[in-house]
């Protein structure tokens, strides 16, 4: 190996060609949405036990859906302010969805004691576990998500995010969106299976 | 070895920061933190080889144990210490904790790092035309959270109370609860630890694979002109992605049920008379989880290997590959039905016997597209001008073993056979012909082939031809015989036999499966002087050593990073033009265009002839 060869920027392909983040990204998002399916199914094996505790889903998650919902909102909202380059509004409204982000892990916190005071324990039934595995593995990914959102924030405040420059908050967008939406299918599978 | 100076941009279409990084090559960055996908290739091989021998030499151990349960093991000593016992013997806790990393050690550091990690970092960018992944750091990454994994996993090796020993599936309750086994102590931690970084590590690949073959196709590398091998390694790479987080989710749960006192795999334990507190879990969930994962795993083995096999067959046959789209359909088909036959490891779990019917139906349709691939290996050679080159002999060699190995599985895949023949020797027997030794065969048969140009210079043939017959041979004798000793009833995973006299009479095949395993395994050393020597001593590889129609054959004999000095080639036709009739050569690459072969096109072609753009 004793030779670098230029690598050129502008090699030839195929006209077939997708942005390669963005498709990083998807592809990761379908290994997300694995994990949670693998729990969620699991989840449904152990329900037709038939050994079911009797366990109220906390009505805290009632809320914190509708938090995550407006912080989609929010978050589009950002994406199609950068279209037009209005740049005030994108940093408010990126500001509002790390805001609301917060305020939604605050939420599931609560609804985490709420759950425990009502009976729903950690350590316990497997289907009181399952609650805080999969709103927990939410939460942790949520993390993740405002940490990218803060990263975008960031490059806002530098003039870095406008129409000529998207992929970031459009990646950034579509994090959030699956975010919210498979909080939207937890909440959904967790109320109605109970 | 001089490092140029010249400049390396990043390679990529859309991508939106251009850095231009200067690439200073000093050792550390070269050869180390390289983000060379040929490097990363080079060092998942290398790490692949050292387990290849860890877990070759744990299972040579434990054949001692069955083949020769009389043999004083007390030379031993020196590397098993405590754990041969006062009377010269293995301690039993470890034979299961052998069983277990050898297992854990071939499926997943030997045959899917060592082999998907090796040949598709290495050949993706070669084979399509690409100066690199799509992002080599994340490449990178994953190299070093398997290294960072392997660690783990080595280092459990030699704690104090042994490594794992609830074998390579982990069923809990065994594995869950520390109390139960030695091995389910700290030995099975560090094993969780380890293979979530594993787990991470086969994501990062599998993207970065996944999005390369979709983005960096070089011009005219259109999907229907991919080489089978580029197909194989795409689609193992969609199964990871699809499995993997599933056996996370598994590991996951276990690890609550281990360390912080979940109930979700455990329920009604009592030990020692005492009863455990957990109530309500269920360990069938766990193997539903595990197989989930488990079984399109054992595809993600076989598929690399698959791929490699139809390129080496049809470069060697000198004939293009019989049913180039039924190849690449069956492999698709394998892929999806290969998500829902996970129950049939679990017949004898209780499930109803309707649902078993279901998954018997499901488990034996798959048979169908793997007969397809084997049918097509078998005409692709009828008929060929076959050069048996070591690579070749070990390709045909595994469509052997994957077509004796797949016949049991259509045993197996019977739900009330399986009653019977589930947990005896006649599944090690199975998987070990159809996954273990077929795709220890195709990373072989892929090591003799690529050789050169991993290395720029030639193995030694008749090396490998000795190679080739002790192996070949070796694995028969040492697996064939399983059939029968399951057939009988033993049962896998039994420290021993001695004390029932039914099996008192194959005593004797035992000691000749273990004769023949140590014989095969001693033949692997034939090929490890091979590799390491010919890297010194091996005659310069020509450019094209094979006469082969791929992309990768019109680098230079050593490729640097970005792989081509000029243009990156363009492709105008598909990779298995070999013997076409009214061709002269019985080659014809895939960078010569259409348009200057009008002796040997096709009436379709020579359609596509007429509108070609050939670069000058
Ligand atoms: C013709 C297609 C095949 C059929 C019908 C089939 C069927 C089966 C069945 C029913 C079992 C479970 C046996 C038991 O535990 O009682 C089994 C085990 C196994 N098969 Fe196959 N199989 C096929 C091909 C393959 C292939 C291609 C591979 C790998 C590349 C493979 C790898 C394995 C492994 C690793 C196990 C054992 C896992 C363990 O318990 O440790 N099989 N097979
Ligand atoms: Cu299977």
Partial sequence: MDTAFPLKRKDKGTSFKLHPQKVALWLFLVSVFMLFAAWTSAYVVKQSDG?????????????????????????HMAYIFSKRNQILNIKISLLATALLGVTFLVMQCMAAVEFTNAGGYWVGHPMSSFVYVLAGAHGVHLVSAIIFLVIVVNAAFRYRVHSKSMVRIEMCTTYWHFLGGLWMYLYLFLTLNH | MAVSEAQVLEHSGANEHHDDHEHHGNFVTNYIFSLDHKVIGKQFLLTGIFWAIIGGGLSIIFRLQLGFPDMDLEWLRPLLGKW?????????EFYLALVTMHGTIMVFFVLTAGLSGTFSNFLIPLQIGARDMASGFMNMLSYWLFFLSSVIMFISLFIETGPAGGGWTIYPPLSALPQAISGSGLGMTLWLVAMVFFIASSLLGGI???????????????????????????LTAILGLLSFPVLFACALLLVFDRSFGTSFYLSDIYIGGEALPNTGGSPILFQHLFWFLGHPEVYIIIL?????????????ARKPIFGYRAMIGSMMGIGVLSFVVWAHHMFVTGMSPFLGSIFMILTLIIAVPSA????????????????FTPAMLFSIGLVSLFISGGVTGIFLGNS??????HDTYFVVAHFHLVMGSSAFFGMVAGIYHWYPKMFGRMMDDKLGYIHFWLTFVGVYLVFFPMHYIGIAGFPRRYYSFTNFDAFSSFGDLNMFVSAAAIITFGAQFIFLFNFFYSMIRGRKAPENPWESNTLEWTTPRVPGHGNWPGEIPTVYRWPYDYSKPGSESDFIPQTIPLSSTPESNLAHEEESAKTEQVDK
Wanted: hydrophobic share 45%; charged share 15%; no cysteine.
């Fill in chain 2, 84 to 92: 041969i016992t006062d009377t010269g013997k293995l301690d039993t």
């Fill in chain 2, 304 to 316: 690399p290997a698959l791929g490699i096999t139809s390129e080496i067959i049809s470069t060697n």
């Fill in chain 1, 51 to 75: 050994t079911i505790p009797d366990l109220e889903i906390p009505l805290m998650f009632d809320y914190s859906t509708i938090v995550v919902v407006l912080s989609s909102v929010t978050m």
């Fill in chain 2, 372 to 387: 397809i691939k084997g049918f097509n290996y078998i005409t692709t050679l009828w008929r060929g001008n076959i050069r």
């Fill in chain 2, 208 to 234: 970065n694979y996944i999005s390369t073959i979709i983005n960096l196709r070089t011009e005219g590398m259109s999907f229907t002109r991919m080489p089978l091998t580029i197909w194989a390694f795409f």
């Fill in chain 2, 416 to 421: 009330a056979l399986d009653i019977f023949l």
